[in-house]
């Protein structure tokens, strides 16, 4: 019995997707719930997975085609991993002499030919220690065991080339490799961004010394009161954004069209960067998340975008976006915002710097914020004040939990 293998439904925010990588080819035998082929679209990666144990049949739509939601993909015959080798066996021995076969046999047993062929060993090269040498199934075990064993580097460089030349003295490689749908997509909005928007950008600078000293002592007593979960930076500028975002609503709001929609929820984004591009994972109601559900979240979402399992949902929507380029080294930058939203905060290096306090100079541990936002809707003077709030609140930190 034949069954139809089809792409997932996409949401109404994806038109379509392209067929990435088939885990299997035709003929080899696919077990319920293991994954088959990798579905890349605009925004994630959705992996479809067998429905029923058996072998896989004829593939309808190769790597790199477009497939629509619910297409067909191709097929699986339902119970054919049993019957394949069966089947397989009378169609060789037809087309093999007799003399072949007892020539194998005379070098491997079929255990061991069988093994043998599964993980891609000649079975020539390998010393037989049964009866008149023939080849055992342990012999081929211990074969596949000193092939593993084997060092792994040397393979490995010519892969690594492949994906990304490496530049030598008087090398003039080039390699041409088509841009995923997730960079096309990222590409796309950020020109699109550039193109519709007055967007402007302001800094200011903030000192770190009172987060700082606050995570130093309680970082210990707080992992160990909220299950494991680290405390972080991000949770502050989280924090801080969303009580700025209460007292200026505009850098919350989008527009649609001709009008100004202003939303009563902060779901801020959190740039997070994968080995397939930026993704924008959000936090839901991040107004009503304490430090510790931040930062469960925001780990959540860093290990699921390198794992490729971040969803659509989990990626769709958002109100505001914080950018932390920081965290490789960035000193200064000025964000793009991700349209329809109207603001995203950068944040960058901590560094220690010499400061003027109180007519001294000290050093204080010192970062650069950026607020790039689209001043259609957002005027100057809203802008500076808001990441001034930003600011005062994250260097008394005790404002955020006292609400002035």
């Given amino acids: 019995m034949a069954i139809e293998i089809k792409a997932p439904t996409f949401p109404e925010s994806v038109a379509?997707?392209?067929?990435?990588?088939?885990?299997?080819?035709?003929?080899?035998?696919?077990?319920?719930?293991?994954?088959?082929?990798?579905?890349?679209?605009?925004?994630?990666?959705?992996?479809?997975?067998a429905t029923a144990d058996g072998v896989l049949g004829a593939i309808v739509k190769g790597e790199g085609e477009t497939v629509l939601s619910d297409e067909i993909l191709g097929s699986i015959t339902e119970g054919g991993a049993a019957a394949a080798p069966a089947a397989a066996a009378p169609a060789a021995v037809a087309a093999a002499p007799a003399a072949a076969n007892e020539a194998e046999d005379a070098i491997g047993a079929p255990a061991a030919r069988k093994l043998a062929e599964e993980n891609g060993i000649n079975l020539n090269s390998v010393k037989g220690t049964g009866k008149d040498g023939r080849v055992t199934k342990e012999d081929v075990v211990a074969a596949i065991v000193a092939?593993?064993?084997?060092?792994?580097?040397?393979?490995?460089?010519?892969?690594a080339a492949a994906a990304a030349p490496v530049m030598a003295a008087?090398?003039?490689?080039?390699?041409?490799?088509?841009?995923?749908?997730?960079?096309?997509?990222?590409?796309?909005?950020?020109?699109?961004?550039?193109?519709?928007?007055?967007?402007?950008?302001?800094?200011?600078?903030?000192?770190?010394?009172?987060?700082?000293?606050?995570?130093?002592?309680?970082?210990?007593?707080?992992?160990?009161?909220?299950?494991?979960?680290?405390?972080?930076?991000?949770?502050?500028?989280?924090?801080?954004?969303?009580?700025?975002?209460?007292?200026?609503?505009?850098?919350?709001?989008?527009?649609?069209?001709?009008?100004?929609?202003?939303?009563?929820?902060?779901?801020?984004?959190?740039?997070?960067?994968?080995?397939?591009?930026?993704?924008?994972?959000?936090?839901?109601?991040?107004e009503l998340m304490s430090l510790a559900e931040i930062e469960g979240g925001i780990a959540t979402f860093g290990k699921k975008?390198?794992?490729?399992?971040?969803?659509?949902?989990?990626?769709?929507?958002?109100?505001?976006?914080?950018?932390?380029?920081?965290?490789?080294?960035?000193?200064?930058?000025?964000?793009?915002?991700?349209?329809?939203?109207?603001?995203?905060?950068?944040?960058?290096?901590?560094?220690?710097?010499?400061?003027a306090v109180n007519g001294q100079v000290v050093i204080r541990p010192m970062m650069y914020l950026a607020l790039s936002y689209d001043h259609r809707l957002i005027d100057g003077k809203e802008a500076v004040t808001f990441l001034v709030t930003i600011k005062n609140l994250l260097e008394d930190p005790a404002r955020l939990l006292l609400d002035i």
């Fill in 16 to 49: 379509d997707g392209t067929v990435a990588t088939w885990h299997k080819q035709p003929g080899e035998a696919v077990k319920r719930d293991e994954l088959i082929v990798d579905i890349e679209t605009d925004k994630v990666v959705l992996e479809v997975l």
């Fill in 147 to 159: 092939k593993k064993s084997a060092p792994a580097a040397a393979p490995a460089k010519p892969a």
């Fill in 170 to 286: 008087g090398d003039r490689t080039e390699k041409r490799v088509p841009m995923t749908r997730l960079r096309a997509k990222v590409a796309e909005r950020l020109v699109e961004a550039q193109s519709n928007m007055a967007m402007l950008t302001t800094f200011n600078e903030v000192d770190m010394t009172e987060v700082m000293a606050l995570r130093s002592k309680y970082k210990d007593l707080f992992e160990k009161s909220h299950n494991g979960v680290r405390l972080g930076f991000m949770s502050f500028f989280v924090k801080a954004a969303t009580e700025a975002l209460k007292r200026f609503p505009a850098v919350n709001a989008s527009i649609d069209g001709s009008d100004i929609v202003y939303h009563g929820y902060a779901d801020v984004g959190v740039a997070v960067s994968s080995d397939r591009g930026l993704v924008v994972p959000v936090l839901r109601n991040a």
């Fill in 305 to 355: 975008a390198r794992d490729g399992k971040l969803s659509i949902e989990e990626m769709t929507g958002g109100t505001f976006t914080i950018t932390n380029g920081g965290t490789f080294g960035s000193m200064m930058s000025t964000p793009i915002v991700n349209p329809p939203q109207a603001a995203i905060l950068g944040m960058h290096n901590i560094l220690q710097r010499p400061m």
